[in-house]
């Protein structure tokens, strides 16, 4: 255990604030297939959509339109179809197979070689977001958070939505103890992506332990635990304690008109 997991599991907040750290690193070997997929979207291996294109709508026609009107619309539906095919171009062999060594190693926690392949990566592909998140992973077992902060932020540069991306954003910021950014940063994972399972973990955690808002808490950890395979044995205890806390009042601070 690295010096920095060992002082959070010895501090007061104790287990639920140590487990959400340990969970990050450990979905970072969940495998996926392309770049595109950061390994930690969720314990479900989920791939992630293409960018969606958005097609501008071409100008009304005039009752009695000029060929060159038409020959303009013409020109326009080309390149929009030219665009589209550009985002949805396949991720390159070269890069995907690079993405699955530097999986490999995660799952073998070969950190070294990881860290070597995913800095190939983003170097050559920037583009990825996934490679840049799983990277930020790296940095943190090696507890480089400077670097991995840099990292999440490029992430996030190239898709400001990504799900993984805030998830971490979200947990560096409530290691910051910048609660309210935290919450925010979860949230914005969730909006992208409602099923994302280390989302739901972590927001449960930072309403559970550090917001005190019991009732949400537990609507987050039910979700978490339903996005799983195998229920979660320690998350399960969990719910059944704020399940009987909420039963005896000890959950009415909830904010009100909030949602995901």
């Known amino acids: 255990m690295s010096k920095r997991f060992a002082e959070q599991a010895a501090s007061p907040l ?7 750290a340990v969970l990050a690193l450990t979905l970072a070997a969940c495998g996926s297939s392309t770049p595109r997929q950061a390994d930690v979207d969720n314990a479900r291996d989920a791939v992630a959509a293409a960018p969606a294109v958005t097609r501008a709508e071409p100008a009304p026609a005039a009752a ?7 020959r303009d619309r013409r020109r326009a539906e080309e390149a929009s179809a030219a665009a589209a095919a ?26 070294v070689e990881a860290e070597l392949e995913l800095e ?13 998140v799983n990277l930020a992973l790296v940095y943190l077992n090696d507890g480089r958070r400077d670097d991995a902060r ?8 190239v898709d400001p939505g990504h799900a993984a991306a805030n998830t971490q954003l979200g947990i560096l ?42 009732a949400e808490a537990l609507e987050h950890y039910e979700a978490y635990q339903a996005s799983l395979a195998q229920p979660d044995e320690t998350v399960g ?11 005896n009042g000890t959950g009415a601070r909830v904010a009100q008109g909030e949602g995901l």
């Open 173 to 214: 910021l409530r290691e910051d103890g910048k609660f309210e950014a935290a919450e925010a940063a979860y949230r914005r994972a969730l909006e992208t992506d409602p099923d994302h399972s280390l989302a739901h973990y972590n927001l449960g955690v930072l309403l559970d332990i550090y917001l005190r808002r019991t």
């Open 14 to 20: 104790g287990l639920r604030a140590l487990a959400a």
């Open 237 to 247: 205890r969990w719910i059944i304690d704020l399940r009987r806390r909420a039963g």
């Open 120 to 132: 190939q990566l983003v170097l050559e592909h920037p583009e990825y977001p996934g490679p840049h």
């Open 86 to 111: 550009a985002v949805l171009e396949p991720v390159p062999e070269a890069a995907t197979a690079s993405y699955q060594r530097a999986l490999a190693a995660l799952r073998a926690k070969n950190f």
């Open 150 to 157: 840099k990292e999440i932020e490029l992430a996030l540069g």
């Open 64 to 70: 009695t339109p000029a060929p060159e009107s038409l």
